[in-house]
């Protein structure tokens, strides 16, 4: 190609720029076919993103994001600050999906392990009342507890340093901060409320003849007190301190998750509850592991009456998060779900280069 085809390529400002300052330079025609190939590679990737953004305008708004997240995290390494923490135990046994109205007790089971959660109750800094407090759920309850279990196995500490406020924990969880009767404020203080007043127990068996169960508050202590916000109503303080015996355990089982991934799933109880699961089974499998229908609804299918209409809602569910990692080596059939043994690569977040924790010989 000669130097005026090369010329007739170069269209940008800047580019036209470089070529005007190299006339009369004795490697003009080299610098003016350089200049040329950086606008080609220029073009195919205007070119790559526009296709890119063509394909998205046909998505939902939740497919886009879902799209945007894949190419996220397939490009841009993980680093540590994308990495977050939740007890493995909550991967495997998780909190309501919808508001159990009028019940003080949650029981899931799954395999040999087993989560109960009981309400509590908190003084309301306002009455001097103990106010009872109903059980946390949805996807909001998991969100603050993946923050603070992060907090805890960052800082290495049971008492952790968190946000002053609880508008400065929803900006440090990536969502707008808004008030009224509908807004973020009042569903995450909810959710931080119900958690902070509960307790749970982590029953484990061996499948013959031992057991353990572990009675675990998540937190010791926290404190809440009234402000002149009407908006905000209550702030909470800027330490959250665990209870030893639940931080112990959480930095023996912490789970680690990429929080890009949990964004793109923060409207949806049970999609963050399959990511957190899938990235525990998938960091220990060694040989193809087959799961029936039957454990999957009782795994994920708490909201579900039927396990016709539990297949139908999981299915759809699984090819979101298939959206996000689609190489995940998980598939679904008549007879239910297949994993198969996975490369680190192709993990949620790649697994530690250690022995696998005791906790997982006990799951089905």
Same mark, same amino acid.
């Given at each position: ?116 959660? /009981? ?53 440090? /969880? ?191």
């Amino acid at each position: 190609m000669s130097a005026d085809e090369h010329l007739a390529m170069i269209r940008d400002a800047d580019l036209l720029a470089e070529v005007e300052r190299a006339r009369g330079h004795f490697m003009f025609k080299t610098i003016v076919e350089h200049i040329a190939h950086k606008q080609e590679q220029r073009d195919a990737q205007q070119a790559k993103q526009s296709a890119v953004e063509a394909r998205r305008a046909a998505m939902s708004r939740d497919q886009r994001r879902r799209d945007a997240v894949r190419e996220v995290i397939e490009t841009t390494p993980s680093t540590p600050e994308n990495i977050q923490h939740i007890h493995s135990v909550l991967a495997l046994c998780s909190l309501p999906y919808r508001e159990p109205k009028g019940e003080r007790e949650f029981f899931r089971e799954y395999g040999r392990n087993t989560l109960s959660i /009981m309400a509590g109750r908190l003084k309301n800094p306002k009455t001097g009342q103990m106010e009872v407090q109903g059980l946390p759920y949805g996807p909001k309850a998991r969100l603050v507890l993946l923050h603070l279990c992060t907090e805890a196995v960052r800082q290495r500490s049971a008492r952790i340093e968190v946000a002053d406020s609880l508008s400065g924990f929803i900006k440090q /969880m990536g969502f707008p901060v808004t008030g009224g009767e509908r807004g973020t404020l009042r569903q995450f203080k909810e959710q931080l409320n119900r958690l902070a007043a509960c307790t749970m127990q982590i029953g484990l068996w061996d499948g013959a003849s031992r057991s353990s169960t572990l009675n675990v508050p998540p937190f010791r202590q926290l404190d809440i007190w009234l402000t002149g916000n009407s908006d905000q109503g209550l702030l909470w303080s800027n330490t959250v301190q665990f209870h030893a015996d639940f931080y112990d355990n959480l930095i023996q089982h912490a789970l680690p998750v990429d929080i890009r991934a949990a964004r793109a799933f923060s409207g949806s109880a049970r999609k963050l509850d399959m990511l957190f699961w899938l990235g525990y089974r998938l960091r220990t499998v060694q040989r193809p592991l087959k799961l029936t229908w039957d454990n999957l609804h009782q795994q994920f299918g708490s909201d579900n009456a039927s396990i016709r209409s539990f297949k139908q809602a999981f299915k759809g569910d699984l090819a979101h998060i298939k959206e996000v990692f689609p190489r995940l080596r998980v598939s679904l059939d008549d007879a239910g779900m297949l994993l198969l043994p996975t490369d680190p690569s192709e993990l949620l977040v790649q697994p530690k280069r250690q022995k696998v924790e005791k906790l997982s010989a006990s799951a089905v």
